[in-house]
């Protein structure tokens, strides 16, 4: 079964740090990985996808995320916060069950980005 | 915008009721997942359909209930309605059932009184 962990229900910054959101998953096969992004009132909008390509995802808005197999990880940084990056950022992992493949979604975590 | 429409984006009902929301995926795609997310829950997946038939189920209650139709469209059904039933719930899209992104609607936003 697969689970995905994302530690820190809140993350701060100061606007110009780094950005270092940690995704830990379970999966029994080589899962595809996401990390999507929540403004305020919107839905999830996907930021980059791990379909085991490369290691190193880049996806939109400067963000960036390293699957690690032996650390189960897929964490997500940017170099650089900027005051738009404020938002709930989710983690989710997607493996086969039944000929379907239904992503599971972390806990979410809210990024909090200081002037 | 993602090409996912959620209808309607806000609903207040009593307790007791029943309600219907709304989804019209992305053009071309086939597959439809519903999403409850809730303070306490997270982003829970309920079901999901592809090209009219159900393919996965999740934690769906049975009070719940949802159908795709032959133009794609989807309709999720809840009925029996209690406070615990307010949260945002989310369609969702994508091409095919397996391994391709899904792309979330901007949810309905469902509130029992």
């Known amino acids: 079964a697969q689970s995905v962990t994302q530690l820190g229900s809140h993350v701060s910054v100061s606007e110009g740090a780094l950005v270092l959101l940690r995704c830990n998953y379970s999966?029994?096969?080589?899962?595809?990985l996401f990390w999507y992004v929540q403004y305020p009132n919107q839905g999830l909008q996907l930021l980059l996808k791990?379909?085991?390509?490369?290691?190193l995802v880049k996806g939109i808005n400067g963000f960036e995320a390293e699957f690690k197999k032996s650390e189960t990880s897929f964490h997500l940084t940017k170099p650089s916060a900027h005051m738009s990056d404020a938002a709930e950022y989710f983690c989710?992992?997607?493996?086969?069950?039944?000929?379907?493949?239904?992503?599971?979604f972390g806990r979410g975590t809210s990024l909090i980005v200081h002037p | 915008d993602s090409g996912v429409t959620q209808t309607p984006k806000h609903l207040i009902t009593a307790t007791g009721q029943r309600v219907t929301l709304r989804c019209s995926p992305r053009?071309?795609?086939?597959?439809v997942y519903w999403y409850q997310q809730s303070l306490d829950q997270g982003l829970q997946f309920l079901i999901q359909y592809y090209n009219g038939e159900e393919r996965a189920k999740g934690n769906i209650l049975e009070r719940f209930s949802a159908q795709q139709f032959p133009d794609l469209h989807s309709e999720l059904n809840l009925s029996s309605l209690e406070l615990g039933d307010s949260a945002l719930y989310f369609c969702?899209?994508?091409?095919?059932?397996?391994?391709?992104?899904?792309?979330f609607g901007e949810g309905s936003w469902l509130t029992v009184v």
């Open positions: 969702a899209s994508s091409e095919q059932s397996s391994g391709n992104t899904i792309y």
């Open positions: 053009s071309g795609d086939l597959s």
């Open positions: 989710a992992v997607s493996e086969p069950s039944g000929g379907s493949y239904i992503p599971t």
């Open positions: 791990y379909t085991s390509a490369a290691t």
């Open positions: 999966s029994s096969v080589p899962p595809y």
